[in-house]
């Protein structure tokens, strides 16, 4: 007994001892001044947020009743009773995750979020726990219980760059937050949970939902009547965006994506990041952010509900150099480039092609393009078509089929090669998203996204080595220190050099006039507006509308459709991506002298008829350079148009229709 009371006494002199030297330590600060600081390539600043930046400092005098009433409610309603922590919360929270297996409930009250937000990261590690707690006891030490909760709700975290309730206020509704009425205060009392997946501008079903379960707890609790209860569940809110300053609203896509990226590096919340004092050195090019812009400002019709994705990097580093998640970041800060998933449609092709070229194709490699019927192994039928109908009615070259967007001979090749074979493939073009093995895979029926396809292309471009879009180059802390930069590495080679050049220049195809047959080559509309060598491709759907496409320095992918996957019925509005992609491309080169993709060792140029895809003469309507692999090129001279052969068959070449003989087995 007298051993117990030993070690209680010596426990209550350590408890003692260790809350003396935090008195001691003094009051901690209550505010941090030091704003996020973004920059672009050229550190020129585009952008800053935090508290100071957002929003004044307001007392608790000037704050809506209903705000604090419903913050104490949802957040911590025990917060004037406890010391900084709340026993009973904590007990039950354990008691839940501790029946569920996984953290479900959490038990912060307000002083130890506001501890967090101030002082520290969000990593989760005993140490900061640790340190937590010590904040929360001089908190509580030092400052009044009112004084602590006007610190949190001047620098709460409201989202879209929203620091503090008066910010936060002032961009949802445009009001003071003395001026907010029970409904505007509950739906913003929600918000702080999860920025992003309570905002109502992001999710207003899911924002709503939360909004009524803390008017709920604020009746139960007899905080407010059953009348105003009922009063504020009915209030139409009217949200208005409030504009950010004019220097915080360059890229705010491109920022959001930075601070996300910055949080991952440091291994904290993007809270942290946001209001943290950082100066964060992105990879964004202001002048070709800004020609971005324009573009889509100048091609979508101001009045069109269509949105846009865009997206363009270096494709020797994956460095973004501009990005567009949608047409206006104030009416919807969803990012399209980078979170939707849509259907690539024939943009899907080139890696199709690659898988072709690395399984014996070659730019010659002879199918029919004609209405095609396939029995699929579990009985069904697939019959795809062609745009409008339109098909050559005879064999037609690989070259032909990439710069037509040939259909049937697409599909003909992804049954010849299995689907199941394009499907591993594209993981090594980083391709992430659940693709589905099946024919129609090679039109794009897989939904990814631009970012994905974006990375792709630029494998293409680079020569096949590895690609990851990044935004952030260099991280600052508020003392100037470097807590991260990205090294210099070497890039790994994944795809094969060969393939991949010889890709590029069969991509360049569908911007050649010389190349149109039974119908015009797929970039025919924006052709003369480019002044340059480029690769690309374009695909369609009925209600998405793609353009990627590079020069040796630059990959720019462009989307268009509308978010609720209406189709598209104004003929325009299906050209927009190649318009806004020829505009850019063109604007953002500029001056700059002609670039060459530069062949590697191993291929060789050959002129070859476009009809047969033999070796052309001067007596072939159309021909142009191919290129090919050392020892598959082709060696018979076209004699349809006049000439002579000069030379016979090389061994296998009398085997031509082997893929269209095999295909039959499958087709009618």
């Not at 670039?595 to 060792?601: G, T």
Request: charged share 25%; glycine share 8%; proline share 4%.
């Amino acid at each position: 007994m007298k051993l117990l009371l030993r070690f209680v006494a010596i426990g209550l002199l350590l408890a003692v001892g260790v809350l003396l030297i935090i008195y001691l330590a003094g009051p901690p600060p209550l505010a941090d001044e030091e704003p996020t600081v973004y920059y672009s390539e050229n550190e020129e600043t585009i952008g800053e947020e935090g508290s100071d930046v957002n929003g004044g400092w307001v007392s608790l005098d000037d704050i809506s009743p209903h705000v604090i009433d419903a913050t104490l409610m949802i957040e911590d309603r025990d917060f004037f009773n406890h010391f900084g922590f709340d026993i009973k919360r904590i007990i039950k929270a354990a008691l839940v995750n501790l029946q569920s297996g996984s953290v479900r409930e959490g038990a912060s009250t307000i002083t130890q979020q506001y501890a967090r937000n101030l002082y520290l990261t969000h990593e989760r590690t005993w140490l900061r726990k640790i340190k937590e707690a010590f904040y929360t006891i001089q908190l509580e030490m030092h400052y009044s219980k009112e004084e602590i909760l006007e610190g949190y709700l001047n620098t709460i975290y409201y989202g879209h760059g929203a620091y503090g309730v008066e910010s936060a206020s002032h961009y949802f509704f445009n009001k003071k937050a003395d001026d907010l009425t029970l409904a505007e205060s509950a739906m913003l009392a929600g918000i702080p949970k999860g920025p992003t997946y309570y905002s109502p501008l992001n999710d207003k079903e899911r924002a709503e939902q939360r909004q009524k379960q803390i008017l709920t707890v604020m009746k139960d609790e007899g905080v407010i009547t059953e009348q105003e209860y009922i009063t504020a569940e009915n209030e139409v809110l009217t949200y208005t965006r409030a504009e950010e300053s004019e220097e915080s609203r360059d890229a705010p896509y491109f920022q959001d994506i930075a601070a996300d990226e910055a949080a991952a590096l440091l291994n904290v919340e993007e809270e942290t990041i946001r209001s943290g004092g950082y100066h964060i050195y992105t990879t964004l090019d202001l002048d070709l952010q800004q020609k971005m812009d324009e573009e889509l400002d100048d091609v979508i019709d101001a009045e069109s509900e269509m949105e846009v994705g865009a997206l363009s990097l270096d494709p020797e580093t994956g460095a973004v150099r501009a990005l567009a998640g949608g047409r206006d970041y104030e009416t919807s800060p969803f990012n399209r480039a980078m979170d939707a998933r849509r259907m690539p449609a024939s943009t899907f092709k080139p890696i199709l092609y690659y898988t072709a070229l690395e399984n014996g194709y070659t730019a010659n490699t002879m199918l029919e393009s004609s209405p095609t019927t396939f029995e699929l192994e579990n009985g069904d039928v697939y019959e795809p078509s062609n745009f409008n109908g339109y098909y050559a009615e005879r064999p037609i070259t690989l070259a032909t089929a990439l710069a037509l967007s040939d259909n049937i001979y697409a599909v003909k090749t992804n049954m010849y090669l299995g689907p199941e074979k394009l499907v591993e493939q594209a993981k090594d073009f980083g391709i992430t998203s659940d693709l589905s093995a099946v024919p129609s895979l090679a039109l794009g029926t897989s939904a990814v996204t631009l970012d994905e396809m974006v990375n792709a292309y630029g494998m293409i471009a680079n020569g096949g080595k590895e690609l990851d879009s990044y935004t952030v180059e260099k991280i600052t802390d508020q003392d100037g220190r470097t807590v991260y930069e990205k090294e210099d590495e070497r890039l790994e080679q994944v795809l094969d050099e060969q393939s991949t050049f010889i890709l590029t220049e069969l991509m360049t195809g569908m911007f050649d006039r010389e190349m149109d047959d039974y119908m015009a080559v797929t970039g025919a509309s924006i052709a003369d507006q480019l002044t340059r060598v480029y690769a690309g491709k374009s695909g369609t759907t009925n209600a998405d509308s793609w353009m990627i496409g590079y020069s040796p320095s630059l990959v720019t992918g462009i989307w268009t459709g509308y978010d609720d996957n209406r189709q598209m019925e104004v003929v325009a509005e299906s050209a927009y991506a190649k318009n806004i992609w020829a505009g850019f491309m063109e604007a953002a080169h500029g001056d700059q002298p002609e670039e060459d993709f530069i062949p590697p060792s191993g291929v060789v140029a050959v002129p070859m008829d476009l009809e047969s895809g033999y070796i052309a003469t001067p007596q072939c309507n159309t021909s142009r350079v191919m290129y090919f692999k050392e020892g598959t090129e082709p060696r018979k001279v076209c004699t349809e148009h006049g000439a002579e052969d000069i030379e016979d068959l090389p061994e296998g070449e009398e085997d031509q229709g082997f893929l269209d003989q095999w295909l039959d087995l499958f087709s009618n």
